[in-house]
């Protein structure tokens, strides 16, 4: 039951999309953040230790996460298909996280 | 009747569940191995706790797109019984068999004690050998388990009757002091608690016998 798909890119079949045809590489960057209403420690904890560090006035401060992509695709509508079916699925988890995409034409 | 466990790059206790539901409770046990497809022959299958892949992105992220886990669909679909210990808990919401997210522990701790919990609903067979109300005592070992639902997720659980298990005294922030929660046909489980871990009297107690003794009820 050896089947060809099981051979490529374990447990991400789903997103394996190789392209065999020469298409432009699109650069991307996704901003990965929690909902505002969802409680960030790290980030508070953060912030007092930037008041222990001596810099006053850090009223805000919530950690994220940035996640660089190159992907080849055929066209800049296709490559934001992809990408956001990406950020919605895989980087982020809209339960308790919001996600922004950077798209940079090739 | 067997149970299995699957084992993720990662997991740390599977052969804990094993030793539980096999070695103190004598009930078949085999592993699934993430890549694995075949469930037949399966009653019940327990994704276990630990760091499946790495915790890398958010923990179960990856893991919920093992093979095994389109089996555990279906399989879940069809009414066997499925129970996630942990980070088990955390791959089911990442599926989304069961609703909500889990993260950082408020006081960003790894929390490693025994926690006291009380039993809020025995609908199901998970708990139904207990009384709604009563208390028991089992060992929390999480990094993230602050279980986080938006408010209408929250009376959907409410109104469905889904949260099995509440913190006596809440360690991790969780809403509603949330433990554990079922699926709305109570075949699923997810709970931050290890019941595999209160399984011999002589190493932590026998409060956890319970809920695994259900999977096979």
Known sequence: MQSVERKRAPGLSRFNNPCSELVP??????????????????????????????VEGVARLRIGKAVELE?????????RRRLELLSDRLLANPVIENWTLKLIQP | MSIGVVVFPGSNCDRDVRWATEGCLGMPTRYLWHEER?????????????????????????????PVLESLLSFASSGGRVLGICNGFQVLTELGLLPGALTRNRDLHFICE??????????????????????????IAHGEGRYQCSDDTLKRL??????????????????????????????VLGLMPHPERACDAQTGGTSGRAILEALLS
């Open chain 1, 25 to 54: 590489r699109y650069q991307a960057r996704v901003l990965v953040h929690l909902r505002p209403s969802v409680l960030d420690p790290a980030g508070e904890a953060a912030r007092a230790a930037a008041t222990r560090l001596g």
């Open chain 1, 71 to 79: 992907l080849d695709a055929p066209d800049e509508a296709e490559a």
């Open chain 2, 114 to 139: 025994d926690t006291p919990l009380s039993v809020v609903s025995a609908r199901t067979p998970w708990l139904a050998s207990m009384d709604i109300g009563s208390q028991f005592c089992l060992p």
């Open chain 2, 38 to 66: 075949d469930l037949s022959g399966l009653d019940a299958v327990v994704l276990p706790g630990g760091f499946s892949y790495g915790d890398y992105l958010r923990c179960g992220a990856i893991a919920r797109f093992a």
């Open chain 2, 158 to 187: 409410e109104d469905d009757d889904a949260i099995a298990l509440r913190y006596r005294s809440n360690p991790n922030g969780s809403v509603s002091d949330i433990a554990g929660i079922t699926n709305p046909t109570g075949t």
